[in-house]
């Protein structure tokens, strides 16, 4: 079974530039998330999506927004890039919803602001 | 709000010796708990879980038990490998969604 595939693995965009991330989730799965993890901030949460919608959503400004295709297959896009964007975005797929659901992540993508 | 706390790292240990690596959490509810493993360039692979009180979750050695009382979920190992050389995060996810709250990540050295 195939796991999450993210692409690109890597990155580089100028300032002002917008920029859209790829995710298809495991296989069966309906529940994708995405979350940016940095040195400073460590790993936090962007949104989620289930079937289509977006369920929550972190405390991120309005530039950074998400969605969700019938296939379950998801996109992130961020606009009007800044250099503290820099980071590696990650996606993670699980099968269901709720506190006990095993989430399943994605290698990453690379994202450099220059 | 919700929250992990996880002991600072890095950590550095001969192979063979004892691991442990301390994490405490706040959460509304009653959540799961989890151990997620990075290694360099990757994304994150869970470790194991835990999903009530007293659980005791455990996998390729490594144990962790969910303790309500001290809001504690410390993972622990008796004799690590130079091939457990990772970061490791603890976190946690509520009723709510599919919203894992994670701490700061502890990274793990093990030299032969």
């Known amino acids: 079974k195939a796991g999450v595939t993210q692409t690109p693995r890597y990155l580089i965009k100028t300032r002002g530039q917008q920029v859209t991330l790829s995710c298809s989730p495991i296989?069966?799965?309906?529940?994708v998330s995405w979350y940016q993890q940095t040195p400073g901030q460590g790993l936090q949460f962007l949104f989620e999506?289930?079937?289509?919608?977006?369920?929550n959503k972190g405390n991120f400004p309005g530039r950074f927004s998400g969605r969700q295709f019938s296939n379950s297959r998801s996109e992130m896009n961020v606009s009007t890039l800044e250099l503290g964007d820099s980071a590696l975005y990650l996606c993670?797929?699980?099968?269901?919803?709720?506190?006990?659901?095993?989430?399943?992540f994605g290698q990453g993508t690379r994202l450099t602001v220059v | 709000g919700n929250s992990v706390t996880q002991m600072e790292g890095p950590v550095t240990l001969s192979e063979e010796a004892f691991l442990t690596i301390n994490c405490t959490y706040t959460?509304?509810?009653?959540?799961?708990l989890f151990w997620y493993v990075q290694y360099p360039g990757e994304g994150l692979q869970l470790l194991l879980k835990a999903t009530k009180a007293d659980d005791k979750g455990s996998n390729k050695g490594f144990e962790a038990t969910y303790r309500k009382e001290t809001t504690s979920f410390h993972l622990e190992k008796g004799s690590v490998q130079v091939s457990d050389s990772a970061v490791y995060f603890c976190a946690l996810s509520t009723a709510t969604g599919n919203q894992f709250y994670f701490g700061t990540g502890t990274s793990l050295t093990v030299i032969p």
């Open positions: 959460a509304t509810g009653y959540p799961s």
């Open positions: 999506y289930f079937s289509e919608t977006q369920r």
């Open positions: 993670a797929s699980s099968q269901t919803t709720g506190a006990n659901t095993e989430a399943f």
């Open positions: 296989s069966g799965h309906r529940s």
